[in-house]
């Protein structure tokens, strides 16, 4: 059959990379490049191309979770790839897309593998995967099972992700030459560079200028599209051994809530919760920029409504704010101990394996109970607790082992308050919550 859907006023100039990103048949294929470079629109179009080419074709759309997807790829497809009229937009909101359909009968379902009942159910022909950083080998390794409908000429698993640390699966994999990988680069995105001055546009200088401002690890991976490592990383996170998916926990398990004030910089809070062992579980933050305290407390409160109360509340040291928190919260605090060194220590111990094959400390999946910050996003910097890891640092102006680098660490300063408070807790001068205002918590065990 023709193709029946024409592109009208949503134009596409594929450059090298996107080229190569359109064209290519094999089996996997991992589209590796810097933030900004356009791999996502190239992806979104063959997507789009595929489905109006070949009738009654499937393909999926999909990443680690649901909703990540409608602020991210879904905005890019229904407001750059699909056309304004097309029937295709026909349907649901965004939120609450399932699918959409094509007039030649092919189908682009939309998923998140936090939900993979559905999609691990229904056979495809093409599966992009956005940000497959975020996947474990076997979420990929399943979805390539779901490959088998057969419509297309080929069957192709495509993702497209920043670059990471080198020991990363997904490099590994493209080592390996299991995976074809394809580099885009800023030059691929038209938006930031022009063929006819052969120079950055305003744009893209602007944009540029942002990613030059970065240091070490960060810079090389999202300026220059390297897979490097960090070094003098403090604390050995790995998704692999530290992520876990997300589930209820008993309520009968203590939490403690961990603040670090900001506002400028971010705001953090931090749910741990304490299995029998003693293994601290990360099940609930927040990371946000430019909110009040006091509009924080209202988020939290509401986040936990059917979680059991705190038994501890661990602050940064800030007086006002710790006012506020007791204030809005109707529970009262206590400071945090703030000894670098020996919080550090405790910290990476419990990073570490233990015999039973588990880390001491854990960090459950779609723990933010709100979208990501757009304004870190743009400032390409850390958007959780987790993200700051690879870039906490030791001080490299200072003898290795002594001071952290202050820079992004506003999540792992809580963590170590967090561990603190657990490993070498000091003994209590009052009840949690404040007798005046117990109505506040009241009920919630």
């Known amino acids: 059959m023709a193709q029946e859907i024409k592109p009208e006023n949503r134009a596409f100039q594929p450059r090298p990379g996107a080229l190569e990103i359109l064209y290519a048949k094999e089996p996997e294929v991992v589209v590796s490049g810097p933030a900004g470079t356009g791999k996502s629109r190239a992806g ?48 649901p909101a965004r939120a609450n897309r399932k699918s959409y359909l094509f007039p030649n009968g092919s189908e682009l379902v939309i998923g998140g593998l936090d939900k993979p009942g559905r999609i691990m159910s229904t056979e495809f022909d093409l599966i992009y995967v956005q940000e497959a950083i975020e996947l474990d080998e076997d979420d990929w390794e399943s979805l390539s099972t779901r490959l088998r409908n057969g419509v297309m000429p080929y069957q192709q698993l495509m993702g497209d992700t920043n670059p990471d640390r080198p020991t990363h699966w997904l490099k590994k994999r493209c080592d390996e030459n299991r995976s074809r990988i394809i580099h885009s680069r800023h030059e691929d995105n038209p938006l930031f560079w022009s063929l006819k001055t052969n120079d950055w546009t305003p744009v893209g200088r602007a944009y540029i200028d942002k990613l030059d401002a970065l240091t070490g690890a960060r810079k090389e991976r999202l300026r220059y599209g390297r897979w490097v490592g960090s ?32 506002y400028t910089n971010p705001f953090v809070w931090q749910q741990w919760v304490i299995d029998p062992d003693g293994r ?37 040291h800030d007086a006002e704010d710790r006012a506020t928190v007791e204030k809005h919260l109707g529970m009262l605090t206590e ?20 015999g039973d094959g588990k880390p001491r400390i854990m960090f459950m999946e779609g723990s933010l109970i709100h979208e990501p910050d757009e304004d870190l996003i743009e400032a390409k910097k850390p ?23 202050k820079k992004d660490d506003h999540g792992a300063d809580g963590t170590r308050y967090g561990v603190m408070a657990v490993d070498e807790p000091r003994q209590p001068t009052s009840p949690t919550t404040s007798p005046a205002s117990r109505i506040a918590v009241i009920g919630r065990r």
């Not at 179009?45 to 790829?73: D, H, I, N, P, W």
């Not at 309520?251 to 961990?258: A, L, T």
């Not at 400071?335 to 233990?354: C, D, E, N, W, Y």
């Open 231 to 262: 070094e003098g990383t403090i604390f050995e996170y790995d998704p692999r051994i530290h992520s876990i998916p997300r589930r209820e926990l008993p309520r009968d398990w203590d939490r403690i809530w961990v603040f670090d004030f900001g």
């Open 335 to 354: 400071p945090a101990t703030k000894a670098v060194s020996r919080g550090i220590q405790l910290t990476k111990s419990r990073f570490q394996v233990a």
């Open 383 to 405: 958007t959780s607790t987790e993200k700051e890891f690879d870039g906490y640092i030791w001080d490299p102006k200072q003898k290795k082992g002594e001071q952290p680098l």
């Open 280 to 316: 601290m579980i990360l099940d609930k933050q927040i990371y946000l920029t430019n909110v009040l305290v006091e509009d924080h407390c209202k988020a939290i409160l509401e986040a936990t409504e059917d979680d059991p109360s705190p038994t501890r509340l661990i602050c940064d």
């Open 44 to 91: 979104l179009e063959k997507l789009f191309l595929s489905l109006g080419k070949y009738a009654g074709a499937r393909a999926l759309l999909c990443r680690k979770t649901r909703v990540s997807l409608t602020q991210s790829g879904l905005v890019t497809w229904e407001d750059k790839v699909v056309p304004a009229s097309s029937p295709i937009l026909d349907g």
